[in-house]
């Protein structure tokens, strides 16, 4: 899924979608019913969804503002002096969670939170919506950039040409640009029935597909909203 986030780095972008947190949350939960409605409708299964969200805020006093996060154990590390926290978590349910804070410059951070599982059970996006509600609300202000994505796999070598039409047929979507590479062919474009948008070269951009057959004669499917990522 790295590969996913990576061809989006190289594009300067503009979010035009500055909602409440609430207002987000409720974007990403039916962006996510979405990809997981059209990936199964298609014939794929689930191997993984996950949200990330990211925000670079200024923080006075990074030791205060971690001590607020409750249920998450951070890990400091120090890197040519350059600060860095990382806590993870898990539920029975299979909920992941995984947060990094690093420093960037003077009371400056940048914050990374993902949450992930393999399953999207009902269980599981109550679980989700309870999280994100809390983290979004200890981490995050309405600046946050919000990323969602689903990754699921067939065991049958598709035909990618007729899954695409399928899938921009389901979603209304509008593509604007093709990249084929070794690893997958990619499809970017505009979706109606997504509020999160970012402009690219003047275009509304806020849905990515992603496909590739292995030579297993399986085919990975993967949708998701782009957003700008910095690997930290």
Not at 29 to 40: H, P, R, Y
Not at 53 to 76: A, C, H, M, P, T
Not at 85 to 104: P, S
């Amino acid at each position: 899924m790295k590969y996913f986030l990576s061809a989006i780095i190289l594009f300067s972008a503009i979010f035009l979608y500055n909602g409440p947190i609430f207002s987000k949350q409720e974007d990403q939960l039916n962006e996510l019913k979405d990809m997981v409605e059209v990936t199964g409708s298609n014939g794929f299964d689930l191997e993984n969804w996950s949200i990330i969200i990211r925000e670079k805020r200024q923080i006075s006093n990074i030791d205060s503002f971690i001590s607020k996060v409750e249920g998450y154990l951070f890990i400091e590390s120090s890197k040519e002096g350059v600060k860095k926290f990382v806590a993870d978590g898990q539920n029975g349910n299979g909920v992941n969670e995984h947060i990094v804070i690093v420093e960037i410059g003077k009371e400056q951070y940048q914050i990374i939170y993902e949450i992930s599982s393999p399953a999207f059970t009902k269980k599981v996006q109550n679980d989700y919506a309870e999280k994100l509600s809390r983290i979004t609300n200890e981490l995050f202000t309405s600046n946050a950039q919000y990323f969602t994505c689903v990754e699921a796999v067939s065991n049958d070598k598709i035909d990618i040409v007729c899954l695409i039409k399928n899938i921009t047929k389901q979603l209304q979507m509008t593509t604007h640009s093709k990249l084929k590479d070794t690893n997958f062919t990619t499809w970017t474009g505009h979706t109606p029935e997504w509020d999160q948008v970012m402009e690219i070269d003047d275009q509304a951009i806020n849905a990515q597909i992603a496909v590739k057959n292995t030579e297993d004669n399986q085919t990975t499917l993967i949708i998701g909203t782009p957003i700008l990522v910095t690997e930290y």
